[in-house]
């Protein structure tokens, strides 16, 4: 049974920064795409940032990149969005989502989705 569950989410000021965590369980990251996506109230859900199975490729949404960093601890089957220079448009439910890889990238096909953490950027 594959279970993703986020957290860290919270209320910062713009300018501010939150470390997001997606504890893993029933798959081992090694073989999993993983990725970030967020959903703002009527709002389409959007592509945020994703990590390759191998560990050695990141894929960054133009709007975050600079800003927001994916990256893991494979010992704890944990995925991490570090994110920095919070912006109020960044206010929306985070995502932690994994798809059974394949050699590239994706931002689309992911199949298994946690519950989702709020994240709330105050001006």
């Known amino acids: 049974q594959v279970q993703l569950v986020e957290s860290g989410g919270g209320l910062v000021q713009a300018g501010g920064s939150l470390r997001l965590s997606c504890a893993a369980s029933?798959?081992?990251?090694?073989?999993?795409?993983m990725g970030w996506f967020r959903q703002a109230p009527g709002k389409e859900r959007e592509f945020v940032a994703a990590?390759?199975?191998?560990?050695?490729?990141?894929d960054h949404q133009g709007s975050v990149k600079g800003r927001f960093t994916i990256s893991r601890d494979s010992a704890k089957n944990t995925v991490y969005l570090q994110m920095n220079s919070l912006k109020p448009e960044d206010t929306a439910v985070y995502y932690c989502?994994?798809?059974?890889?394949?050699?590239?990238?994706?931002?689309?096909?992911?199949?298994?989705w946690g519950q989702g953490t709020q994240v709330t950027v105050s001006s």
């Open positions: 990590l390759s199975a191998s560990g050695r490729d990141t």
């Open positions: 989502a994994a798809r059974y890889g394949s050699a590239f990238l994706s931002r689309s096909g992911y199949n298994y």
């Open positions: 029933g798959l081992t990251l090694s073989s999993y795409t």
